[in-house]
């Protein structure tokens, strides 16, 4: 089996339990740019120390690569990791994920758009199955109240800058060690955070032992390991191969939510799941 396989199904069973972790934190009275701030604080020095002891020449990289990690880590990084976290406040763990994993259709979108490329009746199946899943997989069926419009919102908007995060990595940053453009990224969204909420601030958050040991997971577990396996993997196999196999995140979150959360989980919600997995599956694999 290929590494960049490997690296790919590692990322997307990490991720999978990053839902779980963000409404711990949630409960202990953390807000987004709290979790994101301390989050970052934490991940930088351990990643600085972790590529010294690995590869120290990969701290070394170039103006340009310097422009394109910022890049990255502001428009893409920030913004994504923003409302991915703040759709939880509103949507149930599994359906944040799901809404997550519909980025493959927006790569579809910028491809037709930007790159030109045919589009055929099968394709535009297949995108609209897509939507039709989250909708399904968002537990329409049960109560309305259950529904959030400003949570779905949020969670098309993370998937919107994952796919700009897929994209520009495969672009811009094929040559670039997966190590050093995480690790830059990270520092330009951490950079970019504290313009809207200074570390000061953030410490005034109550730091209990339970809120401490989220953002280590989160850290180390839910962004250092998954975001640099991402890039290995994208570097290996490309963006169109890593989201296909990204899907297994979908079962994982849903999974977890309702063994650890006791979140409710119909047949419904797991037939609209399937369906998104199945859509996003055959829109990469046309490609």
Same mark, same amino acid.
């Given at each position: ?7 790919? *199904?590692?990322?997307?069973? &990490? ?41 120290? #020449? ?10 394109? *990690? ?7 990084? *920030? ?46 199946? %297949? ?22 419009? #400003? ?6 908007? %993370? ?101 650890? &959360? ?26």
């Amino acid at each position: 089996m290929k590494k960049g396989y490997i690296y790919s *199904t590692l990322s997307a069973i &990490l991720f999978g339990t990053c839902g779980i972790i963000i409404k711990i934190a949630f409960s202990e009275g953390a807000n987004s740019i709290n979790i994101l701030t301390l989050q970052y604080m934490m991940s930088i020095p351990i990643m600085f120390l972790g590529i010294l002891i690995i590869d120290s #020449k990969a701290l070394k990289i170039g103006k340009k690569d310097l422009y394109h *990690t910022a890049v990255l880590g502001i428009v893409g990084n *920030t913004f994504m990791t923003i409302f991915y976290y703040m759709a939880f406040n509103y949507l149930d763990v599994s359906m944040v994920t799901i809404l997550l994993y519909t980025y493959p259709a927006m790569v579809f979108i910028y491809s037709v758009v930007f790159q030109k490329m045919q589009v055929s009746f099968n394709k535009i199946f %297949a995108l609209i199955a897509t939507f039709i899943g989250c909708f399904l997989a968002l537990g329409l069926n049960q109560s309305i109240k259950t529904f959030s419009t #400003k949570g779905f919102m949020y969670g098309i908007l %993370a998937a919107v800058f994952y796919a700009f995060m897929n994209i520009y990595t495969e672009k811009k940053m094929d040559k670039l060690n997966p190590l050093a453009v995480n690790f830059y990224s990270i520092i330009f969204s951490f950079l970019s955070l504290i313009i809207f909420k200074f570390p000061v601030d953030v410490f005034r958050q109550d730091l209990n032992g339970k809120l401490i040991v989220c953002i280590i997971i989160l850290g180390v577990f839910c962004e250092i390991i998954p975001l640099t396996l991402l890039y290995a993997a994208i570097k290996h196999i490309g963006s169109l191969k890593v989201s296909i196999i990204g899907n297994l995140e979908i079962p994982t979150a849903m999974f977890l939510s309702f063994l650890i &959360l006791k979140e409710p989980l119909s047949l419904l919600q797991v037939f609209g799941a399937a369906l998104v997995i199945y859509a996003i599956y055959s829109i990469k694999k046309m490609d």
